[in-house]
């Protein structure tokens, strides 16, 4: 159980487009789910906490004008990179918290890696 | 802020050789976890350790938590070439977030 769905697995576009990345949980209901982005050979660093029905909190430094993000269902949120730069290839990864539960374990989609020419 | 260093960073080893990975903390941990990210792959969840001193074990792996609850081991016994990828212990901030150690990336040698 607790899989998570993410896509598109890969992505590559061209400067100055926006990139929609979806994240869902397949099997639960996540109230609460996560959007970290690795670059190569490093930690995940997390960008943003996203709530079901709330704004997102963003991390120090991630700005929220340039990921958009929406946490319209329990089972749905999805990261919207507005005007990529080459600077914001990186590999997208989010996770996902089964609601309710007492365990703070978080179960990661596959990652998304955006290429941005 | 949060601080959190693995040691080492990258480890090369001979299968069948032992592994051990070191997680410290520079401030006491309500709990520790440990994931496994596989090249080209996604984090992993592999354990949870709470209990000060707690010591766990998987099969191949073996987990322990520090009796000051900062810092904490992922040791692999006679590794295996399906051990490769990169082990990330993560610690809780807040009321769900992980913030994730700097992860040590662990090579096997056939």
């Known amino acids: 159980g607790a899989v998570v769905s993410q896509h598109p697995s890969r992505v590559i576009c061209k400067s100055g487009t926006s990139v929609k990345i979806e994240c869902r949980s397949l099997?639960?209901?996540?109230?609460?789910m996560f959007w970290y982005r690795q670059f190569p050979k490093q930690s995940l660093m997390l960008m943003a906490t996203s709530n079901e029905g709330s704004k997102a909190t963003y991390e120090q430094g991630v700005e929220k004008d340039k990921f958009l993000i929406n946490h319209a269902s329990l089972t749905l949120s999805t990261l919207t990179v507005t005007s990529a730069h080459p600077e914001d290839s990186s590999f997208y990864i989010c996770s996902a918290i089964v609601a309710a539960s007492a365990k703070n374990i978080q179960y990661f989609g596959a990652g998304t890696r955006l290429s941005v020419l | 802020g949060q601080q959190v260093m693995q040691i080492p960073q990258y480890q090369h080893v001979q299968e069948g050789e032992d592994f051990t990975t070191y997680c410290n903390s520079s401030?006491?941990?309500?709990?520790i976890q440990w994931y496994k990210q596989r090249p080209g792959g996604h984090p992993v969840f592999l354990i949870q350790?709470?209990?000060?001193?707690e010591v766990k074990k998987q099969k191949r792996l073996t987990f322990q938590f520090g009796e000051a609850k900062k810092n904490s081991s992922l040791h692999i016994t006679a590794t295996q070439t399906t051990d490769v990828g990169t082990y990330f212990c993560?610690?809780?901030?807040?009321?769900?977030?992980?913030?994730f150690g700097t992860g040590t990336r662990l090579t096997v040698i056939p």
């Open positions: 350790l709470v209990k000060s001193g």
């Open positions: 099997d639960f209901q996540a109230t609460t």
């Open positions: 401030t006491t941990l309500s709990n």
């Open positions: 993560a610690v809780q901030t807040g009321a769900n977030n992980l913030f």
